[in-house]
């Protein structure tokens, strides 16, 4: 049996999922507020989470080609709902310290040392929503290519 990288259907699944959530938050971005930010394809944070599609779309795609009663699957899905705890607790909780931080920073006065620090990344983590719909579109990405990845 012939096999490559370009047939390993949840390694795609992931790929195809992560890209996806990137590009909603692309062009959301651009909806929102009129301009392109092309940090938006690869940064963190916003919706959807796609730390959460692309673990959600490996643990569903493995499920689907391997079955649920293996090990591969226990596995893959501690580790998704591991990304996605974390991603609306420690993560998200980070942000909310840098916030608080920067504008500390901000207020301090002009000879302090610490007046010309760079700012810390507020943008860290997620709210519940961001990770369900990430979830969300990580399992409807796998479901998708179920058919035509499996096929060939």
């Known amino acids: 049996m012939h096999s490559s990288i370009s047939s390993n259907y949840p390694l795609i699944s992931a790929f195809v999922a992560f890209a996806l959530a990137q590009s909603i938050k692309f062009f959301t971005t651009w ?8 940090k938006q394809l690869v940064g963190s944070g916003g919706m959807p989470s796609s730390h959460s599609a ?19 699957f226990a596995t893959s899905l501690v580790f998704a709902c591991t990304v996605m705890y974390d991603a609306t607790g420690v993560r998200l909780q980070a942000g909310r310290q840098a916030e608080v931080l920067n504008q500390i920073v901000y207020e301090l006065p002009a000879e302090h040392p610490l007046a010309e620090s760079i700012p810390l990344r507020e943008l860290l983590g997620h709210t519940p929503s ?6 969300i579109l990580g399992l409807f990405t796998s479901v998708s290519l179920l058919r035509p990845l499996t096929t060939n």
């Not at 909806?31 to 392109?36: A, L, N």
């Not at 692309?54 to 591969?72: D, H, K, R």
Request: without cysteine.
């Open 130 to 135: 961001q990770v369900i719909v990430g979830g």
């Open 54 to 72: 692309t673990v959600s779309a490996l643990a569903a795609a493995i499920g689907f080609q391997e079955g649920l009663e293996g090990p591969l």
């Open 31 to 38: 909806f929102k507020e009129r301009r392109w930010d092309l």
